[in-house]
């Protein structure tokens, strides 16, 4: 699977070969804490003794989130850790530094030692990768930490976490349904009330947990999450609130702010940024001021969202359009493409995973298509074209790669290359736009 990655150094690609054989949780049964603690002991509890921690959860928008947080307390000069999921290109991606990727040398001897001190565990890759993460965290110096949780919340394997100075919640929807929504006791039965239980669980006692608004069932679920846990609320639209108008007008009981938009397109982007200004603003352990706060936004870089890919390879294809890259597979990313594209027409390059809603992205995007193209989603068991055509008056074309695709357009129009992150990593390295 795309998700093991490969590496053309060696010594990478031999503990990558580790990882690949591990298992997979594939239900609830999968997930639990007790390996990725049991793990973490081993190797003298990294998690345990890290830089101030900012965790984040969410459906869509933490992985933006996390990189407002990074640039940000970058531009305050401070030295910065940060962990992403998952990685575009290269497994490397994953463990940022002090602001840059693991070195493979680093990356290829940290592998080994946490798989070593694991074997007769059975660890997952997510729990490999995790306490890979915590190690490297814990033995390099730096102000702060950056976290992004990968499935979930409560049972994410980045849960073991025991002291972050904020936790915070970005946009809830429903994704990873064999996960998140497997039957299980004492749980809401409601689906964006059980997603919103699991985000929350992240919470930890005395922590400040940001959030962003949600609808009444969702918010409800957090709030009792939260307050079971013993983790103070900190609600948009209660606590803190931000409007964008040409600007970012951001408040809370501290004062107000006007920061600059982001350059990364969207307009759901000034969201992502009000809730990392919500975490600096509503903790205690780090200091950023508003300048550092306005740099670290305009500076911000996230591959594979809303990406206008620059030249290259593949979009020398396109002929002279404008190519977009978008990571989404989920109705909710759907919806933030269809607000983008309003008023444009665009050809849709798509390969998403088996396991996803093929939906998800056709229907927001009704009425702006001139052209619907199917490719694989590499590594992964992907939709066939019939699977997308319920949901489209366009002819559904079948390529077996994006270049072919894009070779076959008709004229006019941009492209939008959409559906997977595996697919998005793909045109990345297509494209020799590589994130460093």
Known sequence: MRDFAISDHPGVQAQLDRLGALSLPTGRTGLGLDTVRALCARLGDPQKALPPVFHVAGTNGKGST???????????????????????????????LAGTLIEDDHLAALLKDVLDAGADLEPSFFEVTTVATFLAFQREPANACVIE?????????????????????????IDHEAFLLNPEPDVPAEPLARIAFEKAGIAKPGVPLVTQVYPAHAAQSVAETAGQIGAPLVIRGQHWDATAD????????AGDLLLPLPALVGAHQADNVALAVAML???????????????????????????????????????GRAVWLDGGHNPDAGVILGRHFTGERIHLVMGMLASKDPAAILAPMQGRLLSVSIVPAPGHDAHQPQDFAPFTELPVRS????PEALAALSPGGDVLIAGSLYLAGEVLRLNHEVPD
Not at 156 to 171: F, H, S, Y
Not at 246 to 253: L, N, V
Not at 307 to 316: A, F, M, N, S
Request: with cysteine; aromatic share 6%; hydrophobic share 40%.
């Open 246 to 253: 040409g600007a970012i007008h951001y408040r809370d009981a």
């Open 66 to 96: 996390c990189a407002y947080l990074r640039f940000m307390l970058e531009a305050q000069g401070l030295t910065v850790h940060t962990a992403t999921k998952p990685h575009l290109v290269r497994y490397n991606e994953r463990i940022r």
């Open 281 to 319: 603003r509503h903790q205690n352990a780090v200091h950023v001021d508003p300048g550092a706060m306005g740099k670290g936004i305009v500076d911000a870089r996230w591959p594979a969202r809303l990406q206008r890919l620059g030249h290259g390879p593949l979009t020398d294809a396109a002929r």
């Open 149 to 173: 949780t990968g499935l979930g919340g409560r049972l994410d394997a980045t849960n073991v976490l025991e002291n972050p100075v904020v936790c915070g919640i970005a946009t809830l929807g």
């Open 399 to 402: 390529f077996g790669s994006v």
